[in-house]
C-alpha cells in the first residue's frame, strides 16, 4: 500500500454530495489520454514540465514588501518532499499530472502540536502527489467539503478538502475541476488537428515504401522454362547490383520496360504549420522545441506559458499550507524561477553590477552567476560601493564611528 496508509481518514458520519449551480453531481473520473500518443503533444508538455522543474519552492514572509525567507518544516518539507522524490522530481511529477489531467492533487502530510500559548500548529513532514481514477466531491451535515479518492487498486480514502493541495489548469466551466463541464480535458478541436498530422505521416510512409515497390519489367523475348527463368532473373539482380553507372547492360533477347513512379511528399511549410497548429494547444512555440530560441522568445514562452502556472501552484501551496492567521502575517510560497531565465554574459555581467553597488547579491552569488563554484572565505560576504567595504560596517565607516579618538579623515581643516 506504500504511502497510502497516510491517506486514511475517516469519512463524515453524515454526507451528501457537494452542491453544484448546473445540478450536475460532483463526480469525476480521470482521464482521457488518447492524445498523448502524439509525439508532438508528449514534446511539447516535456518541453513545459522541463522548465517548471527548474523552479526554487521558497517558504518566505513578507515584511511590508520584503520578501524573507523562513527557515520552517514547511521549507524542509519543499527541499526533501518525501522519501520518493526529490524536490525536481516531485514538481516534474505534480506538472505531469497537471497537464496530462487539468487537475492535480497533493496530500501535504503533517501531526498537530501546540505552543506556549495554546494554539494548535501544524508541523508538514511530506507531500506526496495523488493519482486518483476518480474523486467525488461531498459535504457533511456542517457543510465541511471532503474529496472521497478512487486509486487504480481500487483503494479508496475520503480527505478534507482544505488537506489537500488541489491545482487546476483551464479552469473554467466546471465549479470543482479544471477542463470540461466534466472535470476531464477537452481535445475536440486538438484531435481534429491530430487526425490530420498521422494522415499525413501515414502518407509519407506510403510514399517511402513505394519507392522499394516494383520499378520495370524486363521482357524476355524467347520462351524460357522454370529453370532458365529462374537463372535469368539472378543474372538480372547481378547485374542490378553490379551496376556503378546506373545503366543496365541487356542482351537482344531481354527488353526492359521501366514503370513510372509519381510520388508526391508533403512540403515542409505545410508539416510545419501542422507542427505550429498542435505545439499552440501548449503555449510552446516551435523554438522552445527545437531548443533553437533566443532570449526574447523564451521570454515570451515565459510570460505566456509558464507564469501563469507559476501562479497558481505559488497561489495553491499558500493557500493550502498556511492558515487564514499565518497568511495574514505575510506567510506565502513563492516558486523563484532564477534557473529559467536566459541571460547572456554580458547581460548577466550588467544584472552583477546593478546589484553590487546596492549590496544585494553575495559575493558568492557573483560567481554562481558566472558558472564558478563558491568559495567558503566568501561565505556570508556582500560588498557595496562605498569605496568597497564590507556592507556591514558601511554606515560606521561612513559617519567615521570607527575612528580613534582625535583622528580625522584628512578632509577636516
Known sequence: MGFFDRLRRKPPKTQKWAQTLNGYAPVFSQFGTNIYASDVVQQAIKCIVDEMKKLNPVHIRYNGNDPVPVNSDIQTVLNNPNPLMTTSEFLEKVMWLLLLNYNAFILPTYYMWEDERGIQKRKYSGLYPLKPTQVDFIEDASGQMYVKMRFENNFETTVPYDDLIHIKYNYSINEYMGGDVSGQPDHTALLKTLELNDTLLRGIAKAMNS???????????????????????????????????????????????????????????????????????????????????????????????????????????????????????????????????????????EMVNLLSNTGCIYENEKRVAFGLRPLPELEGKRYMSLNWVDMDIANQYQVGKNKKEGETDGSEE
Open 211 to 349: 519507392s522499394y515497390a516494383v520499378n520495370g519489367v524486363v521482357k524476355y523475348n524467347t520462351m524460357l522454362d522454370d529453370g532458365k527463368m529462374e537463372a535469368a532473373l539472378k543474372e538480372l539482380e547481378r547485374k542490378l547490383n553490379n551496376s556503378e553507372s546506373g545503366f543496365l547492360p541487356l542482351d537482344l533477347k531481354a527488353e526492359y520496360t521501366p514503370l513510372q513512379h509519381e510520388i508526391k511528399l508533403v512540403d515542409e511549410e505545410t508539416l510545419k504549420f501542422i507542427d505550429e497548429k498542435i505545439l499552440r494547444n501548449w503555449g510552446v512555440p516551435l523554438s522552445i522545441l527545437t531548443g533553437d530560441y533566443t532570449k526574447s522568445q523564451y521570454e515570451a514562452f515565459y510570460q505566456k506559458t509558464l507564469e501563469p502556472l507559476i501562479i497558481s501552484i505559488s497561489q495553491a501551496f499558500t493557500k493550502k499550507l498556511f492558515t487564514d492567521r499565518e497568511r495574514s502575517f505575510g506567510n506565502r510560497i513563492e516558486l523563484y524561477p532564477k534557473d529559467l531565465i536566459f541571460m547572456t554574459v554580458e547581460q548577466t555581467l
